[in-house]
């Protein structure tokens, strides 16, 4: 059997350091069980019209679009965008329709079905009421347990969407940075990324349908039914708010590469799920080529702010406290 190298030994403990003291944090939130004790954020996420930038790549557009991105990241971490482009419908369906499948490939290295009442992703001694089909990419999907050849069409489709879109609105995370647009170009040849097909009953009382969490991502695309299930924290106000539902709309949000890579002047904002009623999400976590290192952004940092963090690839951090 080949030994390990030592890079591969110190990113599995790099991995199972982050893995231990996220598990830690998040046990420690004191995170309200019941909704209607927790108010709606009330427009404290921004809501961008992505159409005309979209259609035009219009300069002026874009660079209106950056500063709403750069308020939303250093302040809440969490915002809406419409006029997408980004059609849902067909991965609803599939989600809607995975409880009559015949076969389900448990969770296998990050891909597979995770049953109603698991406790993984995110590992958590509370369970997440949700039935949920993931697949990832690191180069291709070829390994991928798909029960079917319709599904499987479905799922490729709905990420090839989501992948269109996330990397359209890299250009303005680099302006919102002061960066040039096409900074994050070289990190993002082939992405690394995860989607996730969730379909939550009704969240049992006093429990979680998904648990609270911070998404190890660059950034989040989420799409859901309904998103007044979703529970966020405000760094600002100090206390957990409630997202308002918005049709047609999704949620775009920082998850720990980002804030990472910022020097943490933007925030992973904790989150979680209870759904009032039964309710769809679809989750795209969008992250750099796996293997590149990414170091800390040059405006992020001066003489009085070094950088917190070593350039360290997905693979070397995020994805080792996935387990992956």
């Not at 679009?65 to 006029?83: K, Q």
């Not at 979680?208 to 600002?236: C, E, M, Q, R």
Request: aromatic letters at 10%; one cysteine or more; a neutral charge.
């Amino acid at each position: 059997r080949k030994k390990p190298s030592r890079r591969s030994m110190a990113a599995e403990s790099l991995g199972s350091e982050l893995a231990a003291k996220i598990q830690a944090e998040a046990e420690a939130w004191e995170a309200p069980r019941e909704l209607s004790a927790i108010e709606f954020a009330e427009g404290d996420l921004p809501v961008l019209d992505l159409g005309a930038y979209l259609a035009t790549g219009d300069v002026a557009e874009r660079r209106r679009l950056a500063g709403e991105v750069r308020v939303a990241c250093e302040e809440i971490g969490f915002l809406y965008v419409r006029n997408h482009g980004v059609e849902l419908e067909a991965a609803y369906e599939a989600a809607r329709g995975m409880a009559e499948l015949e076969e389900k490939t448990p969770l296998r290295r990050g891909q597979g079905f995770v049953s109603d009442g698991n406790r993984v992703l995110p590992r958590r001694e509370t369970a997440n009421y949700n039935e949920s089909f993931i697949v990832k990419r690191v180069t291709t999907m070829d390994d991928t347990p798909w029960p079917s050849e319709a599904f499987r069409r479905v799922v490729v489709a709905t990420a090839a969407a989501y992948e269109r879109l996330a990397k359209r609105l890299l250009p303005l995370y680099a302006e919102a940075l002061g960066l040039p647009h096409d900074y994050f170009e070289p990190y993002f040849r082939v992405p690394v990324f995860r989607m996730r097909l969730a379909s939550y009953r009704a969240t049992p009382k006093g429990q979680f349908g998904i648990s609270p969490h911070v998404d190890t991502s660059f950034f989040t695309l989420l799409a859901s039914t309904d998103f007044a299930g979703l529970v966020l924290y405000s760094k600002l106000k100090r206390k957990w708010l409630r997202a308002k539902h918005i049709d047609g709309a999704l949620i775009v949000n920082t998850g720990q590469m980002l804030a990472q890579i910022t020097n943490d002047t933007w925030v992973a904002t904790r989150h979680y799920v209870i759904a009032p009623t039964p309710r769809l999400s679809v989750p795209f976590f969008f992250n750099a080529t796996g293997d590149v290192p990414v170091p800390v952004v040059p405006t992020c940092v001066d003489e009085q702010h070094p950088p917190k963090y070593p350039p360290i690839s997905y693979l070397a951090s995020q994805a080792q406290a996935q387990g992956e």
